[in-house]
């Protein structure tokens, strides 16, 4: 079913708050174990102790340096996965059917049964969310643990993906953005939550929450010059500050 | 993008195959016994699988190939599979006619030719509708996919047929036109790719992180300490390095070559040998020119790295 679905029913995806996230890799270390022994394939690893070591990975933890004009540079960490967009260029490209979404919840997930392997997919993904399994030679993608969120075995509170699960700063939030009133389209809503690319128009899911506005201290800069200068005018200080500037007449 | 081998292999040689058939289709005359006309027949439909199976090289699970041809609603890829096997069953149609009875028949002939010219679009139009790659995303790309292939054609159509004019025009001068008509349009394509960047989409390391409207957006750390999937394959940059040479030795082996040995062959009447020198030439530089369709092309994943 390469052809995509008009609407879904829910539209399940994350949240990721960058302004949280502290870039511990926590969730994609445990995305990797719970993926590994669940859907599919493993995610296999080629020389995994080795000089080289790669592997499959559903969810890669980047980091930036964002630099504004007027102020200090800020680092970011930027988790990326499957944004599993409601207008999938992966889902439309595959000549199999392995890849589709689904009607019911909007995940977008692969058949490996089906997928030939050609790759097509990773290349019309504009995030890199789309790893070929370099042992099983088919592709491998978040399939937002479709294992776990409907998992009648686990208790209730473990039912969202694995990294929503383990983030221990609680950066990454799981829900329905097609219910205005669920938590992650309330916290969409009040803190602006972006799309990535939006002009690749493939209307992502997953929103991101961008960095709140740093507070500016005046200081700008490691070098005396640019602290601010301190100024004391009661107690000892004061007395202090003003005898060592009377110094400065004397010279 | 990694320049596969076997993707280089089957563009070329399957452009080259349609090509030879859509002229054949469309009536160049041939050498008219039963002998020739399988030879010629199997030659343009053996061009034209070897390519194909040589692009099943490309695929993880090559066992699987047949699924490919279930979603020609959306997918060029599938559509490119399609098209080709349809186009193979009428052009054996075809053949077997022309063997058995001497004779070729027009109007099956110009549907071939349709569809193979149709075949090679579809081939463009796996790359052309990626609008992850910018260099790539433009109608000029299934131009120049379908200029090569039918160029690559009349070189082959020069050599075997018995054709001295196609249309009117002498068989020398019209491959001399198709070469420079061809790799004109090339030019003008990788003008357009060296200039072109993100910009048609606008997108850059501020637009794919979000993080654009608060100031300049740098790679700090990447997500892990080798390369992986994303890098190899959508970020190759050892195909990069000898760019320019390479595009000297595509328009020198696929250009010059050719042009002076079907000069030669108008001042000599010699077509079968210096044209299939020729042909050889032209294909040598057609996968120059397909490494670098390859290797010179940006993903915009890149922007993550």
């Known amino acids: 079913m390469t052809m995509l679905p008009q609407t879904t029913q829910k539209k399940l995806g994350l949240v990721i708050d960058l302004d949280i996230c502290v870039g511990c890799h926590a969730c994609a270390v445990n995305c990797k174990e719970w993926n590994t022994g669940g859907y599919g394939a493993a995610l296999s690893d080629t020389e995994p102790y080795g000089d080289s070591p790669t592997g499959a990975w559903l969810n890669r933890i980047h980091t930036y340096e964002v630099t504004p004009e007027d102020a200090p540079a800020s680092i970011v960490h930027f988790p990326k996965s499957c944004l599993h967009c409601d207008d999938a260029p992966c889902v439309t490209v595959c000549p199999t059917g392995a890849s589709y979404k689904r009607s019911e919840d909007g995940i977008v997930l692969v058949d490996e049964d089906m997928c030939i392997g050609c790759g097509l997919c990773a290349w019309s993904c504009p995030y890199g969310a789309r790893e070929m399994d370099p042992t099983e030679n088919v592709m491998k993608k978040c399939t937002l643990c479709v294992d776990r969120i409907y998992n009648e075995n686990l208790e209730e509170v473990d039912r969202v993906p694995a990294c929503v699960k383990t983030c221990p700063a609680s950066a990454r939030h799981f829900g329905d953005f097609a219910d205005p009133n669920s938590d992650v389209s309330k916290m969409v809503a009040d803190r602006g939550g972006i799309n990535l690319m939006p002009e690749m128009e493939t209307s992502p899911v997953n929103k991101y929450l961008p960095p709140r506005p740093k507070t500016r201290p005046e200081s700008t800069g490691c070098g005396s010059a640019s602290v601010a200068p301190a100024v004391a005018d009661k107690g000892v200080l004061g007395w202090l500050d003003r005898a060592l500037t009377s110094l400065d007449k004397l010279g | ?305």
């Open chain 2, 1 to 305: 993008m990694h320049p596969a081998i076997s993707v280089i292999f089957f563009t070329v040689i399957s452009g080259a195959g349609f090509g030879f058939m859509a002229l054949i289709g469309l009536g160049w005359a041939m050498p008219n016994s039963a002998v020739a006309a399988f030879l010629i027949s199997l030659l343009a439909g053996g061009l034209c699988v070897i390519g194909l199976l040589s692009s099943l090289f490309h695929l993880g699970h090559p066992e699987r190939f047949w699924r490919a041809f279930s979603q020609w609603k959306s997918s060029w890829l599938s559509r490119e599979g399609v098209l080709s096997v349809l186009t193979l069953t009428l052009f054996a149609i075809y053949a077997l006619v022309w063997m058995v009875t001497g004779e070729r028949i027009g109007v099956l002939g110009f549907i071939i030719a349709v569809l193979a010219v149709i075949t090679i679009y579809a081939t463009s139009m796996i790359y052309a509708s990626l609008k992850t790659v910018p260099s790539w995303h433009n109608a000029l790309t299934s131009v120049c996919y379908v200029a090569f292939g039918l160029a690559s054609g009349i070189v082959l159509a020069a050599t075997f047929g018995s054709a001295s004019s196609f249309a009117g025009i002498s068989v020398s001068v019209l491959t001399g036109l198709a070469l420079i008509a061809a790799w004109g349009l090339k030019l003008l394509w990788w003008r357009r790719a060296d200039g072109v960047g993100f910009s048609d989409t606008g997108s850059d390391a501020g637009t794919a992180t979000g993080l654009g409207h608060l100031g300049k957006v740098k790679l700090f750390e990447k997500p892990h300490s080798g390369e992986n999937y994303l890098t190899t394959e959508m970020m190759h940059q050892i195909g990069r390095k000898h760019a320019k040479k390479l595009r000297t030795i595509s328009v020198g082996l696929g250009l010059l070559v050719p042009f002076i040995l079907a000069a030669l062959a108008f001042v000599t009447g010699a077509h079968g040998f210096f044209m299939f020198v020729a042909f050889i030439s032209m294909i040598a530089g057609l996968f120059a020119e397909r490494w670098l369709f390859f290797a010179e092309a940006k993903h915009a994943v890149s922007l993550y790295y």
